[in-house]
């Protein structure tokens, strides 16, 4: 069973910057993409930012509030991903997921909480 596991979230001041990673107890066949999505209270779950593996330097896919901010990536072993956040926003708070799009199911990441507050 591959288990993902987050880090680096906490709390910032507006215009800071976290990066996130989120890496595989092993390696993962037959991916699709890796992303990212967060949580807000209240709101539903909303994808953040993806990375496919359709070709070797893979493409990138953003939400439009985040675009020019934030930056997705990985590594060729499929095991980590990772999400460079700049000018973070008091509306970026989140429960951040780590996913992995299988194949033949997906992965889940327990979450990371970013919170953007002076």
């Known amino acids: 069973q591959v288990q993902l596991a987050e880090s680096g979230g906490g709390l910032v001041q507006p215009g800071g910057s976290l990066r996130l990673s989120c890496a595989a107890s092993?390696?993962?066949?037959?991916?699709?993409?890796m992303g990212w999505y967060r949580q807000a209270p209240g709101k539903q779950r909303e994808l953040v930012a993806a990375?496919?593996?359709?070709?070797?330097?893979?493409?990138?896919n953003y939400a439009d509030s985040v675009k020019g901010r934030f930056t997705i990536s990985r590594d060729n072993a499929k095991t980590t991903v990772y999400l460079q956040m700049n000018n973070l926003k008091p509306e970026d708070t989140a429960v951040y997921y780590c996913?992995?799009?299988?194949?033949?199911?997906?992965?889940w990441g327990q979450g990371t909480q970013v919170t953007v507050s002076s």
């Open positions: 092993r390696r993962v066949f037959n991916i699709n993409a």
């Open positions: 996913h992995f799009d299988g194949f033949y199911r997906d992965y």
């Open positions: 990375i496919t593996f359709i070709t070797s330097a893979g493409i990138t």
